[in-house]
């Protein structure tokens, strides 16, 4: 959340292998930045391989703008404009990305240079992603420690009992 709101930084990576948590801190990170730091947030999942149209599709919708079938073209068109045009700052969240790829070409998102208040939050396992996309900042999510993680398990298995972690031990 630092990042996102440093104004020098507009592009932010947070790296972690599968299961550490990306998707669930980003989901945390849009529900406290949005109404504060930032007036709109859009989650967005990106998964592999993408499906450009239809996360143009979210992204239409998700900025409440017309959702006839529209040709990509247009789609892309309508998404930028919008961007372009709104006074309020805006975080774009792109979860789950596997290859990096032109923000303007297939989503229609502008980059810092072209509008300065839409900010971008990507989530992948690959830190070569987030340095090919220009992240500013890279927020890398480490494996729990063994005892941590054993205390996540018994938490979520109702175990709290010492022998038992002797046993699974
Ligand atoms: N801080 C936490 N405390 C407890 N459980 C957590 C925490 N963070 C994540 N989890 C749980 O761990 C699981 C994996 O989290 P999440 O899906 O966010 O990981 P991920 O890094 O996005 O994984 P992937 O790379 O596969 O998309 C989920 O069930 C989530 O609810
Ligand atoms: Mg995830």
């Known amino acids: 959340m630092k990042a996102l709101e440093d104004e020098n930084c507009n592009m932010v990576g947070l790296q972690g292998l599968g299961g550490t948590g990306k998707t669930l801190m980003a989901l945390k990170v849009s529900e406290n930045l949005e109404g504060s ?22 992204i239409v919708r998700q900025l409440d703008l017309k959702s006839k079938d529209e040709k990509e073209e247009e789609l ?3 998404i930028w ?15 789950d990305m ?4 032109d923000l303007k070409k297939k989503l ?15 989530t992948t396992c690959n830190i070569n992603i987030c340095q090919n ?37």
């Open 37 to 58: 730091h930032f007036s709109k947030v859009i989650f967005l999942v990106v998964s592999k391989p993408p499906d450009f149209k239809n996360i143009q599709r979210e």
């Open 76 to 78: 892309l068109e309508g």
């Open 81 to 95: 404009s919008q961007i372009t045009s709104m006074e309020e700052k805006l975080l774009i969240i792109l979860d």
């Open 98 to 101: 596997w290859e990096e790829f």
């Open 108 to 122: 229609g998102i502008p980059s810092i240079s072209q509008h300065k208040d839409c900010s971008v939050l990507i």
């Open 133 to 169: 996309m220009g992240c500013q900042k890279i927020i890398q999510l480490e494996k729990l420690n063994e005892e941590d993680a054993l205390n996540l398990f018994h938490a979520n298995a109702s175990m709290n009992n010492s022998n038992i972690s002797k046993k699974l031990v």
